[in-house]
């Protein structure tokens, strides 16, 4: 089946600064590609959705100039944290969809600790 | 707007015994449906999905779900569990090609020995 990376898988930064998470569709092509965060014990809220050779759309109360996102490839889309803070301490995940079929594939997540 | 409601946080079950994790949904149209399995700081894994025909799914690890229109539910059952099914599963319902997805709040499997 199609596989999803994500790269780190964990990653400790310091408070202020700036993290990117890749997220690759490795076997496939992705025009759009979903970012989600995950708090401890929680389900997965949808941030953003990454669109190839456009701007991400974002959810409602998601900080678009905190939460980068970059789709610079059929197959690469990255977010990056800027300025981080402890409460920016989550799980990621990231998920694409096939062109052109109706199931996601999800990577398997980074972990992000803000000290 | 969709939502998903997983009424059950935590289930616990007797290895060998059967599993049925409910998930309703809300949505205007047709949904496509999903059920994910997620084990502790792991990604999701897909366990089967629902998008037309036949209502009932089969899935992977024997697992298997029945999309019921009239009561708005996609419920997962297995008739049999096994220790290593413990873990967090996820309903999603999505609208569609490619389309974002809504997710429940999960439930959380403890199996028994």
């Known amino acids: 089946g199609a596989v999803v990376s994500q790269h780190p898988s964990r990653v400790i930064c310091k408070s202020g600064t700036s993290v990117k998470i890749e997220c690759r569709s490795l076997d496939f092509q992705a025009t759009t590609m979903f970012w989600y965060r995950q708090f401890p014990k929680q389900s997965l809220m949808l941030m953003a959705t990454?669109?190839?050779?456009?701007?991400?759309?974002?959810e409602q109360g998601v900080e678009k100039d905190k939460f980068l996102i970059n789709h610079a490839s059929l197959t690469l889309s990255t977010l990056t944290v800027t300025s981080a803070h402890p409460e920016d301490s989550s799980f990621y995940i990231c998920?694409?969809?096939?062109?052109?079929?109706?199931?996601?594939?999800f990577g398997p997540g980074t972990r992000l600790l803000v000290l | 707007a969709q939502s998903v409601t997983q009424p059950d946080i935590h289930i616990t079950v007797s290895e060998g015994a059967s599993l049925e994790l409910r998930c309703n949904y809300s949505y205007g149209a047709t949904p496509y449906l999903f059920w994910y399995v997620q084990s502790p700081g792991q990604g999701l894994q897909l366990l089967l999905k629902?998008?037309?025909?036949?209502?009932l799914v089969q899935g992977i690890k024997g697992f298997e779900a029945e999309f019921k229109r009239s009561q708005s539910s996609f419920n997962l059952r297995k008739p049999s569990v096994h220790w290593s099914d413990a873990a967090e599963y996820f309903c999603a319902v999505g609208a569609g090609y490619g389309n974002k997805l809504v997710f429940g709040a999960g439930t959380i499997l403890r199996v028994k020995s």
């Open positions: 998920s694409a969809p096939q062109d052109g079929q109706e199931t996601q594939y």
């Open positions: 990454s669109n190839e050779g456009s701007k991400a759309t974002y």
């Open positions: 629902y998008f037309s025909g036949d209502t």
